[in-house]
């Protein structure tokens, strides 16, 4: 089995982002091959943690999947803060004598984003709703780089280590199978509010889950990095709360035009064609504009952003949403046929470096600075009873059901297997009994269940 292959059927896709499948990304060859380490999102500890604990791993991995891609450069970026874990990975690159480099970013976001993490170990800046291989690089999480240690070792992606952070007692890593619902991680690490909300990710740009029959249905998915629990009450809860009718109506009469969103958006400085203040400006005439060069004319750099929030939750001085807007004409965009064109060319923005928003001011304004901790426990132990695996956890079309109700399936077993087109196969981390199977998920429990 090829090294593409052996990737394919292990069902690896990107952890720390979409979940874009990786046997895709890896089909290709590159000058180089990014490790990102960064941890992208305020609070997020997952990355670290994997660096600490699995160096030996990460650097082996690496060292075969630039090899593969016939990279010039294997470059791991990640913070130059984490000195713990730069140690760690150093080490290893030394006892190796792997031809791998560390890259010490500063402590900014979206430091993580891989278009940010290419400009800032490269140089160059990708193509408008390009990817980095347009500029020649490869770029995969950290953790997507351990389950391809996984997968050459013959397990496949069942399994997924996550932080959980907030308002909980036990703040911690951990290592659970997939499909695991969150409710079972929050008992275990014990909430300290009766009223409170979830976000499945980073602050920023996680998904918000504000009812119990919400947060009931959740589960880890391969893309789940981190749990935060915050107060029914906070700040960021009842911000998203608000009607998008409302926040229209906000920006078409307290916009003071000050650029602020545009200046400091990190595509903006990267060289991307995205004004979200002229966006902004234009909403109040939208219906209004029935000429589509117009239209695009005042809408049409909305294509361009990637909805990391900076525009709406640092940069505004009036408290509106400039990222909920672009994603609405996003949207106005769709419908009408506009598809501006893509600028291939960018070029990085005088005064990038002066622009980049300093993570713990980004936390004091989140009101997140008392769910700082500066070195989470290490993994935590969890026993789980019951998987509920969605056939869906990655880009492209969701996996087909494999097994029926009532058959025994052991621990990494495959459950579904990849539909035709981009897919990936999907196994459980867990062996036990099929209770249930949808078009959109697998229930398994433990036998005692």
Not at 145 to 150: C, G, Q, R, Y
Request: glycine share 8%.
């Amino acid at each position: 089995m090829s090294f593409v292959e052996t990737i394919k059927e292990a069902g690896i896709v990107g952890a720390g982002g979409a979940g874009f499948p990786t046997y895709v990304k890896l089909n290709a060859k590159a000058e180089y091959f990014i490790i990102n380490a960064a941890e992208c999102e305020p609070l997020i500890e997952t990355d670290k943690y994997l660096c600490r604990t699995f160096p030996e791993r990460i650097i082996r991995t690496a060292v075969l999947v630039a090899e593969h891609l016939e990279a010039a450069h294997c470059v791991i970026a990640t913070k130059a803060k984490y000195k713990r874990e730069i140690a760690a990975l150093q080490q290893e690159i030394d006892r190796q004598n792997a031809k791998v480099e560390i890259f010490g970013m500063r402590t900014f976001y979206p430091a993580g984003d891989e278009q940010v993490i290419v400009q800032e170990v490269t140089g160059r800046s990708v193509p408008e709703r390009g990817l980095p291989l347009d500029v020649g690089c490869v770029v995969d999480n950290v953790g997507t780089v351990l389950s391809i240690a996984d997968a050459l070792e013959g397990k496949p992606v069942s399994e997924k280590y996550l932080s959980v952070t907030g308002a909980v007692s036990h703040t911690g890593m951990y290592h659970v199978p997939l499909g695991t619902p969150i409710t079972q991680i929050l008992e275990s690490a014990k909430l300290t509010e009766r009223e409170y909300a979830v976000i499945l990710g980073g602050p920023m740009m996680g998904k918000m889950l504000k009812t119990e029959e919400e947060i009931k249905k959740a589960c880890v998915t391969k893309t789940t990095g981190n749990l935060l629990v915050l107060p029914k009450d906070h700040y960021l809860v009842k911000r998203s709360e608000l009607p998008r009718e409302r926040m229209i109506r906000q920006a078409a009469a307290a916009c003071i035009q000050c650029r602020m969103c545009t200046d400091m958006c990190p595509r903006f400085m990267l060289g991307h064609e995205i004004r979200p203040n002229v966006v902004m400006r234009n909403l109040w005439r939208e219906s209004m504009l029935t000429d589509a060069t117009e239209f695009e004319a005042a809408f049409g750099s909305a294509v361009n952003c990637c909805s990391c929030g900076v525009c709406e939750m640092f940069a505004c001085p009036m408290g509106l949403s400039p990222r909920k807007m672009n994603e609405y004409a996003k949207g106005l965009l769709r419908e009408k046929g506009i598809n501006p064109e893509r600028n291939m060319r960018p070029q990085a923005r005088e005064g990038i470096e002066n622009r980049k928003i300093p993570t713990e001011r980004l936390i004091a304004r989140l009101d997140l600075t008392p769910y700082v901790t500066h070195e989470l426990p290490e993994e935590r132990k969890l026993s789980v009873k019951e998987c509920r695996i969605p056939l869906s956890q990655h880009i492209g079309k969701p996996a087909l059901a494999a097994v029926h109700v009532g058959e025994r399936v052991e621990k990494n077993a495959l459950v579904a297997q990849a539909a035709e087109g981009l897919s990936v196969n999907i196994h459980t981390g867990m062996a036990g009994i099929v209770k249930e199977v949808t078009d959109t998920y697998i229930r398994i429990c433990g036998e005692e269940v």
